[in-house]
């Protein structure tokens, strides 16, 4: 719901929202829900001096649940877990408990009979698996995040025109988190934990809870003063300023573990067993950065453009030698279509060309004091500073044309641009001579990214059916063009980050086919014995042609960065009826998909997909996919299997309305128009990709919590 109104002297907006979902897991501990209020208020107390405030609050309350084949994996666990496996244990089960009603350990009780009245885990092979529908069931993990941003402003114009604008703004932010997570003991009992614990299960042994409090305040000033003149066939506009940025955050946590009662009035700190197992743990930090800036824009009779700015800045999360740093921005720009010997061109309505050049600095991703050496309370060093720690720096150089035809019906804006990120903040491992110390943070690298962007419109107002479109596209080559003489490689777990290749690229086997038989096995394999290598596992390519298979026979497999993006807006009206259509695409992009390595190559007894009923069973039978067995096919090795094209086209949008204008106006003028519509949002997907998620950003897909389908049906009524 919203407000606005006011007069010439004072506006005001305030408006406020409720939003509540479940999530798609079963039961309801994947909820999310968010309270928000928003009020603006602007007042003009004389012709010169203007006061105003801004203030937002929100509080949002969320389940977390494992969204990415985190633990507890609720997302990865359903796949693996084989289906023939009951989810609930007969009420006639010796291990059933009516609180615990989950089926865990799927041969359990046979298990324990058999073996004298305990667990013999050698004796089973699905204990590697965990029931997903009891890791929903007792997930119980409450993330609460209240948030509150206010600010008071004051502007003075002075001189005659009220050219010159003395603006000061003081803003406050204020973030308090509250996460608490009860993990309660369930499960079968396996003999493992601790003596105090024998006879429980073997899932959160034993029951602990975990609650954090957190504060973060951002204070930010800021000040400007604007000096605005046209004069003639000349615009004028200069602005100097400065920025005073401090931000504190304190934390508090602890942790418990043996509850005796597990009922939600029970869940707190102090309910837990005394004295064992007793964690606390706290600290604050706290960082500044003061900004001053300046920049000038010019234009001659709206043909010429001319900007530059200048901004320093000093952060206090660098070394004091290197805390403050220069970035200079220009750019320029000639509307072409604004000169005479263009004024007889009907077709071109709008014609020009821009070029920038700039550069930003960053500091995000460091802790406050990366710059500084660390000891324990006992005096022992735990990370070596850098005295040289500086700014990271990004370069970005722009070429650009904007087009525009039969009065702008058709539009066309294009750039080329290129992007260099410098001293790029990266972790440096110290040898073990030096100790067993914390990596240090270095400036260590430079990155690339340079490609196209693309931009075209049609908009067709003139008719009684008006309807626009835009479309967009983007392309990108990334590309590491040095790294620190101490750090020529940085590897993932699936990736290795070198210069000339892309940013963590993905890095490991390649796979050429299977091994039909013994004979082919022995021909290919020749540098060294090969017991383990059976027909029918995967064969690898021999890079180096030495006969063995290791390390020196990886290579790259695939880039996580989209070379190509693209998306489509579609808008359009008749009579009252409304509707808008959004679609995105990425193209050339690879992702790792780690549920494809579980679910369809793992030797352990998982559920898999239909496609290993063609695994391969003998001669001639799959040059795709290995034999099935318990024991390694290869499918351990990271390779190119796991490494699909995540390319996709998604309809993201679809949304149809009609407004009412004149349904209530006769008999209630307050309500000036009622809208009706449906909207649908993730209709459809076009992939290859076999993972759950093309758009999923993760290097390492070990089983995305997918994006749902929504159907959604609403009314807006404006007063």
Do not use: C
Not at 35 to 42: A, D, G, Q, Y
Not at 221 to 242: C, E, I, P, Q, R
Not at 587 to 615: M, Q
């Amino acid at each position: 719901l919203s407000a606005s109104g006011g007069s010439d002297k004072v506006q005001y907006l305030i408006s406020g929202g409720y939003y509540k979902q479940d999530g798609i897991v079963i039961y309801k501990n994947d909820q999310f829900e968010r309270l928000n209020f928003r009020t603006n208020v602007n007042a003009n107390l004389t012709d010169r001096l203007t006061l105003g405030t801004n203030f937002q609050i929100s509080n949002t309350l969320q389940d977390k649940i494992s969204s990415s084949g985190d633990v507890p994996g609720v997302i990865r666990h359903a796949f693996i877990r084989p289906p023939v496996i009951a989810v609930f244990k007969d009420k006639t089960d010796p291990a059933y408990k009516a609180d615990d009603p989950y089926t865990d350990l799927p041969f359990y009780s046979q298990n324990v009979a058999a073996n004298g009245g305990s667990w013999n885990g050698s004796a089973n092979k699905y204990e590697f698996s965990q029931n997903p529908i009891a890791l929903a069931y007792f997930t119980n993990d409450r993330r609460a995040n209240f948030k509150t941003f206010g600010s008071v402003y004051a502007e003075y114009a002075f001189l005659r025109e009220k050219e010159l604008k003395l603006k000061s703004n003081l803003g406050v932010d204020l973030n308090m988190l509250h996460n608490k997570a009860f993990n309660r003991n369930f499960g079968d009992d396996d003999g493992g934990g601790a003596d105090i614990d024998k006879g429980t299960g073997r899932q959160n042994r034993p029951t602990n809870l975990s609650e954090e409090r957190a504060q973060e305040t951002t204070v930010t000033w800021t000040n400007t003063l604007n000096y605005s003149k046209t004069f003639d066939k000349h615009s004028l506009s200069a602005l100097v300023g400065s920025e005073y940025i401090t931000n504190h955050t304190s934390n508090l946590s602890a942790s418990r573990s043996r509850y005796g009662y597990i009922t939600p009035a029970f869940q707190y700190i102090d309910f837990g067993s005394y004295p064992l197992d007793l964690w606390n743990g706290g600290g604050a930090s706290q960082w500044a950065l003061f900004s001053q800036f300046g920049s000038v824009n010019y234009n001659y009779d709206y043909r010429f453009f001319v900007t530059a700015s200048l901004r320093r800045d000093a952060s206090s999360q660098f070394a004091k030698n290197n805390q403050e740093a220069y970035f200079p921005s220009f750019s320029a720009g000639w509307k072409i279509s604004k000169e005479k010997f263009m004024q007889d061109v009907t077709l071109i309505s709008d014609l020009k060309l821009r070029i920038s050049s700039g550069k930003l600095g960053n500091q995000s991703g460091l802790s406050n004091y990366n710059s500084l050496a660390i000891y324990d309370p006992l005096g022992t060093l735990l990370r070596y500073g850098n005295p040289d720690l500086k700014w990271e720096t990004t370069t970005q150089n722009d070429i650009g044309i904007d087009l525009g035809l039969l009065k702008n019906k058709f539009t066309l804006s294009a750039d080329y641009f290129k992007k260099t990120t410098s001293g790029i903040l990266l972790p440096l491992n110290l040898p073990n001579l030096v100790g067993n110390v914390q990596p240090t943070i270095v400036n260590a690298g430079e990155v690339s990214n340079k490609g196209f962007e693309l931009t075209l419109g049609f908009k067709n107002d003139d008719h009684p059916f008006k309807y626009n479109i835009n479309a967009n596209l983007a392309t990108v080559k990334n590309r590491v063009e040095k790294l620190h003489p101490n750090l020529p490689s940085i590897y993932g777990q699936v990736t290795k980050t070198e210069a000339g290749h892309p940013l963590n690229a993905y890095y490991g086997f390649q796979m050429i086919g299977i091994y039909q038989n013994q004979s082919e096995i022995d021909a290919y394999l020749t540098g060294a014995p090969h017991p383990e290598v059976k027909p029918g596992d995967i064969k690898f390519n021999d890079l180096n042609k030495d006969g063995v298979i290791n390390d020196n026979d990886r290579t790259y497999l695939g880039n996580p960065n989209p070379r190509l993006t693209y998306g489509l807006n579609l808008t359009g009206n008749y009579k009252g009826f409304d509707i808008a259509i959004f679609v995105q695409g990425v193209k050339g992009v690879e992702r790792y998909n780690d549920l494809k390595k579980i679910i369809d190559y793992d030797t352990r007894p998982f559920n898999h997909s239909i496609s290993t009923l063609n695994a391969w069973h003998g001669q001639g039978t799959s040059n795709s996919i290995p034999r099935s067995t318990f024991n390694d096919n290869g499918s351990s090795r990271n390779s190119s299997i796991f490494v699909e094209d995540a390319s996709y086209l998604r309809l993201k949008n679809l949304e149809i309305g009609y407004t009412l204008p004149a349904l209530f106006g006769k008999s209630n003028p307050a309500v000036k128009n009622v809208r009706v519509y449906v909207s649908v949002q993730n209709l459809f997907t076009l992939t290859n990709y076999s993972g759950l998620d093309p758009e999923s950003v993760n290097l390492l897909d070990q089983g995305t919590y997918p994006q749902s389908k929504a159907f959604l049906f609403g009314v807006n009524i404006k007063l």
